[in-house]
């Protein structure tokens, strides 16, 4: 009875938890701010098929250039497309981008910072040299070099994601991992005769883990600066696929001929960091014990 009692109180903490903090965010301008951004635009990438009105990528030669109107909510390119379907689909894509390539950083990041942290300090040693080494490698060097070795796609962008953001989250993990391994409950849990693989799992992990995650949350942006540069240098995805930065290239080839161009490419990559960056630090503002002290 009791264990049945503690199955359903434990969902209903869960979730009073996340009213309780959406509360707190609500209570901060710039965090409420922030949460309307992201919600606008993460729903306008989940149902962009829904709420573009034209294909993204269809053309109509006869209506380039136009401003925005009630057909075209935000005008039309070079060659007739729909900017307002192209900016909601770029969307999908920028988000796609941005949280796939940092969760796979997060996750790799995670495993080899723990296994530097607590392993022996050989190991330790040698993978602080190749995060270093990693690390060192200018972020449009490593573009080129693998667009160079694999052609322009959506998997080289994440391929630069994973090399650019792995080697920080390795090193906040490291040192975290290091300051709580001597901790009491970690040597009673080695006491006990628990291995390595569940000590991290268990003890130590769940304790490091939600300041990665908000540092994470304000790395999302970075990633979509990072994805809409490369496609806007043509090293991301390949026409006609629309993308925020392939939009805000077309924009400045005809900038004399449509200003509407450039605006619908580069507000929403505006937007979108002031939203992700506005959440994140209202977030570490309020989990960070330091600055709550405050």
Do not use: C
């Not at 709420?51 to 057909?71: E, I, K, M, V």
């Not at 607590?118 to 990693?134: E, S």
């Not at 130590?204 to 942006?221: H, T």
Request: charged residues 15%; positive net charge; proline residues 6%.
């Amino acid at each position: 009875m009791s264990e049945a009692v503690s199955d359903i109180a434990a969902p209903r903490g869960r979730i009073g938890g996340l009213a309780s903090t959406l509360r707190k965010i609500l209570r901060e301008p710039l965090g409420a701010f922030g949460l309307s951004l992201v919600i606008i635009v993460v729903v306008g990438a989940v149902f962009a098929d829904l709420l573009a009105s034209w294909d993204p990528t269809r053309l109509n030669p006869r209506d380039r250039f136009q401003g925005p109107s009630a057909t075209h909510l935000f005008g039309t390119d070079q060659l007739g497309r729909d900017l307002f379907s192209r900016v909601l689909h770029g969307g999908r894509i920028a988000l796609s981008v941005a949280i796939g390539a940092t969760a796979l950083s997060l996750a790799i990041g995670a495993v080899l910072g723990l296994i530097a942290g607590y392993g022996p300090r050989w190991l330790d040693n040698l993978l602080i040299l190749i995060f270093d080494a990693v690390k060192s490698f200018p972020t449009v060097m490593l573009a080129l070099t693998l667009v160079t070795l694999f052609g322009p796609s959506l998997s080289a962008v994440v391929i630069v994601v994973v090399l650019v953001n792995v080697p920080s989250y390795a090193r906040i993990i490291r040192t975290q991992t290091i300051a709580l391994k001597s901790s009491e409950f970690v040597t009673a849990a080695q006491s006990m005769g628990a291995g390595m693989a569940r000590i991290l799992r268990v003890h130590i992990l769940p304790n490091i883990i939600g300041p990665v995650l908000i540092l994470a949350s304000m790395d999302i942006p970075v990633v979509i600066a990072i994805e809409a540069g490369m496609s806007f240098l043509g090293l991301g995805v390949r026409p006609p696929t629309p993308s925020w930065g392939a939009i805000l290239n077309d924009g400045f080839a005809n900038i004399r001929e449509s200003a509407w161009i450039v605006i619908a490419g580069g507000l929403p990559i505006i937007l979108t960091t002031l939203g992700f960056t506005f959440l994140g630090e209202t977030l570490r503002d309020l989990f960070d014990p330091r600055l709550r002290a405050r």
